[in-house]
C-alpha cells in the first residue's frame, strides 16, 4: 500500500454528538493501532462500520438513547447532545415575556447563558440542567456572591 492508500480501521466508538455548527451526527473514533490520543470526531456518513454503530448504541443507557435518537437533535441542550461545554457567561433573571399571569414561583426562574463550542449562538438553560452537568462551577458562582473575602456571610445591612 502507499502512503496515499493508508486504511484506517475503526477498533471502537468512544462517544457521539450532535454537532449544531455542521446539522451532524459525529462519533469519536478510536483507530486501530493508534494512540487514544489520536482519536477523531468522524461524521455518521463518512463511516464504514455497522456492527461497530450497532453495538455502540445498544450499549447507551436508555437515558442517553432518548437524545441520540432525538427526531429535532438541533433543540437538545449542549450538554443533551454531548457539545464541549466552553463557558458560563452570564446569569439573568425572569423576562419581560413572562406572562403576567404566571405563578409568582413562575417569574422567578434563574436562567444561565451557556456557551458551547458547536455554535457561536449563546444558550439559554435554567439554572437546575446546569446543575446536573456542572455543579462545581455553580457552587463557586454562589459562593462568590454569598460571602466577602475574608468567608463571612454576605447580608444586605
Given at each position: 500500500?502507499?502512503?496515499?492508500e493508508?486504511?484506517?480501521?475503526?477498533?471502537?466508538?468512544?462517544?457521539?454528538?450532535?454537532?449544531?455548527?455542521?446539522?451532524?451526527?459525529?462519533?469519536?473514533?478510536?483507530?486501530?493501532?493508534?494512540?487514544?490520543?489520536?482519536?477523531?470526531?468522524?461524521?455518521?456518513?463518512?463511516?464504514?462500520?455497522?456492527?461497530?454503530?450497532?453495538?455502540?448504541?445498544?450499549?447507551?443507557s436508555?437515558?442517553?438513547?432518548?437524545?441520540?435518537?432525538?427526531?429535532?437533535?438541533?433543540?437538545?441542550?449542549?450538554?443533551?447532545?454531548?457539545?464541549?461545554?466552553?463557558?458560563?457567561?452570564?446569569?439573568?433573571g425572569?423576562?419581560?415575556?413572562?406572562?403576567?399571569?404566571?405563578?409568582?414561583?413562575?417569574?422567578?426562574?434563574?436562567?444561565?447563558?451557556?456557551?458551547?463550542?458547536?455554535?457561536?449562538?449563546?444558550?439559554?438553560?435554567?439554572?437546575?440542567?446546569?446543575?446536573?452537568?456542572?455543579?462545581?462551577?455553580?457552587?463557586?458562582?454562589?459562593?462568590?456572591?454569598?460571602?466577602?473575602?475574608?468567608g463571612?456571610?454576605?447580608?444586605?445591612?
Amino acid at each position: 500500500m502507499s502512503d496515499e492508500e493508508i486504511a484506517y480501521e475503526v477498533e471502537a466508538i468512544r462517544a457521539w454528538r450532535y454537532n449544531k455548527a455542521t446539522k451532524r451526527r459525529e462519533f469519536l473514533i478510536k483507530w486501530k493501532d493508534y494512540d487514544e490520543e489520536e482519536n477523531t470526531w468522524e461524521q455518521e456518513s463518512n463511516l464504514t462500520c455497522p456492527k461497530k454503530l450497532r453495538e455502540f448504541t445498544k450499549s447507551l443507557s436508555r437515558f442517553e438513547r432518548r437524545y441520540f435518537k432525538a427526531k429535532n437533535p438541533e433543540k437538545l441542550s449542549g450538554f443533551q447532545r454531548n457539545a464541549k461545554f466552553v463557558k458560563l457567561l452570564g446569569i439573568d433573571g425572569p423576562h419581560e415575556s413572562d406572562d403576567e399571569s404566571s405563578p409568582k414561583a413562575e417569574k422567578q426562574k434563574l436562567y444561565l447563558l451557556v456557551k458551547f463550542d458547536d455554535s457561536d449562538v449563546l444558550e439559554e438553560m435554567r439554572w437546575q440542567h446546569f446543575f446536573e452537568h456542572k455543579p462545581d462551577i455553580l457552587f463557586s458562582i454562589f459562593e462568590n456572591r454569598l460571602f466577602n473575602k475574608n468567608g463571612c456571610l454576605l447580608n444586605d445591612g
